[in-house]
T-cell receptor, first 115, second 115 residues
């Protein structure tokens, strides 16, 4: 079974609009963390936001927020006021357990921002 | 301000040749990783090293070996390259404990083509 599922291979959004990128996860460990990374066409992986399973509030980092619904096992990324520079691949990832943990990535969503 | 540095950035190999991808981080991280990225498959973990002196297999270790030379350096070796190993390879490292959920920081990637 996939640990991280991103069901949207591609998305379009109008500039200045908000967009939600979906991510669902599968784990039986009570301690886990969820990450979102951005990969522009240049190829580097850029950390965007992190949510821990015990965090009481949804994480926010500037224009990025994470809509964390624990019961549904979803951790959707919301980008507000989209900019042309937001066009990129976006990956959801999860670590499980405490101490050292492997991190598993989803297959990604390609976001294109339209002027 | 280097972060994670990996070399070479581009390499073309003939089937059966060997090569080593080098990686170094200057953030004093304990954990280091090698991922490969193929179209439509996200990032898959090849090997990881939780701490200096230890290495473990990830999801796709076959055909690869690793060495954790010291805390800073983690190399990936292809002993007999195959066309199926054509991919983009990312080295990464993560914080030892706690802050930002052991966020993984990535190198810029190495584009490897096996002909």
């Amino acid at each position: 079974a996939q640990k991280i599922t991103q069901t949207q291979p591609g998305m379009f959004v109008q500039e200045k609009e908000a967009v939600t990128l979906d991510c669902t996860y599968d784990t039986s460990d009570p301690s886990y963390g969820l990450f979102w990374y951005k990969q522009p066409s240049s190829g580097e992986m850029i950390f965007l936001i992190y949510q821990g399973s015990y965090d009481q509030q949804n994480a926010t980092e500037g224009r990025y927020s994470l809509n964390f619904q624990k019961a549904r096992k979803s951790a959707n990324l919301v980008i507000s006021a989209s900019q042309l520079g937001d066009s990129a691949m976006y990956f959801c990832a999860m670590r499980e357990g405490w101490g050292y943990q492997k991190v598993t990535f989803g297959t990604g969503t390609k976001l294109q921002v339209i002027p | 301000n280097a972060g994670v540095t990996q070399t070479p950035k581009f390499q073309v190999l003939k089937t059966g040749q060997s090569m080593t991808l080098q990686c170094a981080q200057d953030m004093n991280h304990n954990s280091m990783y090698w991922y490969r990225q193929d179209p439509g498959m996200g990032l898959r973990l090849i090997y990881y090293s939780a701490s200096e002196g230890t290495t473990d297999k990830g999801e796709v270790p076959n055909g690869y070996n690793v060495s954790r030379l010291n805390k800073r350096e983690f190399s990936l070796r292809l002993e007999s390259a195959a066309p199926s190993q054509t991919s983009v390879y990312f080295c990464a490292s993560s914080e030892a404990e706690g802050t930002r959920g052991n966020t993984i920081y990535f190198g810029e990637g190495s584009w490897l083509t096996v002909v």
